[in-house]
């Protein structure tokens, strides 16, 4: 998910928004870490839109005219528990269980 090739300059980020959580603010977390200093993984359920809708609603908020080539967007399963321990910030919606895995990754 991470490579271990990412720079330590580079800070890892995870991006998830849960089954309750709203596309506004998928778009807005997606879009304030759209640059080169970071690498990104973002999860898109279905229930929240397409890849390509949101990668054009980043695309038109963010400063950056394109969607970085750091920043992998998904729509299959990550499992938290796996990716948290591997982010330096995990962005999520607030969920209990969402926040208890990122809270037991450290």
Known sequence: ???DTVPPTKKKVFIAMGSSGHKRDLVQAIAAVNSSNYHVVALVPP???TIDDI???VEALSSHPS???TVYLTDHFVPSVVINPMADVSIIH??????QTALASG
């Open 55 to 57: 990668k054009k609603e």
């Open 47 to 49: 229930s929240l839109g």
């Open 67 to 69: 969607l970085s080539p």
């Open 94 to 99: 607030g969920g209990q269980g969402t926040v």
């Open 1 to 3: 998910i991470f490579s």
